[in-house]
């Protein structure tokens, strides 16, 4: 089995940074693509950034030019580098992983993000 350990959440005031990180783990496996989505209390659960195996990468509209996602060599972990942040990033960070050849998604516990005004 694969699990997803996330880490780097928590408070940052608006216009602050934080970096999230996702570390891939179990048994032997390859990853397709992996990325962050994103929940927000009675909202449903949107996609923040991904990045795929051959380091193409695609971005919500509403986090161009403030958000960076990348990933290690192995592309086993990965990591979203939040910059300036606003109130209406605060949410529930979720880890994506899609695996194998069969495509197989796998999903963090998550990790909250709060950013305060």
């Known amino acids: 089995q694969v699990q997803l350990v996330e880490s780097g959440g928590g408070l940052v005031e608006a216009g602050g940074s934080l970096r999230l990180s996702c570390a891939a783990s179990?048994?032997?496996?390859?990853?397709?693509?992996m990325g962050w989505y994103r929940q927000a209390p009675g909202k449903q659960r949107d996609l923040v950034a991904i990045?795929?195996?051959?380091?193409?990468?695609n971005y919500a509209d509403s986090v161009k030019g403030r958000f960076t996602i990348s990933s290690d060599n192995a592309k086993k972990t990965v990591y979203l580098q939040m910059n300036s942040l606003k109130p209406e990033d605060t949410a529930v960070y979720l880890c994506?992983?899609?695996?194998?050849?069969?495509?197989?998604?796998?999903w963090g516990q998550g990790t909250q993000v709060t950013v305060s005004s």
């Open positions: 179990g048994s032997a496996f390859s990853i397709n693509a």
């Open positions: 990045i795929t195996r051959g380091g193409t990468t």
């Open positions: 994506y992983g899609n695996v194998g050849f069969r495509q197989y998604d796998y």
